[in-house]
């Protein structure tokens, strides 16, 4: 599966879960999830993303790895800092951001039977 479309499908569920709101943050985030031949960004925030999103890097998050490794990160099989720690991502931009990416990643993660 692309990274867009699980970008979108993260998209959608944190759409649905209304309990994420108190920690989406006011203003834009920009994260970037970059694979090998493929670039998706998820813009996070309360903030209308139609005012203007210069490229402020100090509002961005960039994560790296295989297709491979963002599937299992947006599929909620692995977490970002297990990936950090496999070397499989790798991650530039503000420890904060990244625990605000791991803690919507974590709670949005797709609901799983057990059976």
């Keep these: 599966m692309e990274v867009r479309e699980l970008v979108g499908q993260f998209v959608e569920r944190m759409q649905v879960l209304r ?8 203003e834009q985030l920009c994260v970037r999830f970059e694979s090998d031949d493929e670039t998706a960004l998820l813009l996070i925030g309360k903030e209308s993303a139609a005012r203007g999103m210069e490229n402020d890097e100090r509002k ?10 963002l599937a299992s990160l947006l599929n909620g099989e692995l977490k970002l800092q ?3 720690r496999l070397r499989e991502v ?6 904060r951001h990244m625990l605000l990416l791991e803690s919507l990643l974590h709670l949005a993660k797709p609901y799983r039977h057990v059976g």
């Excluded at 309990?19 to 006011?26: G, R, S, Y």
């Excluded at 994560?63 to 491979?68: H, L, T």
């Excluded at 790798?90 to 420890?95: E, H, L, Q």
């Design 90 to 95: 790798y991650v530039s931009g503000s420890f």
């Design 60 to 69: 961005t998050l960039t994560v790296r790895g295989s297709k491979e490794a």
């Design 19 to 26: 309990h994420l709101l108190p920690i989406v943050p006011d």
């Design 82 to 84: 297990q990936l950090v």
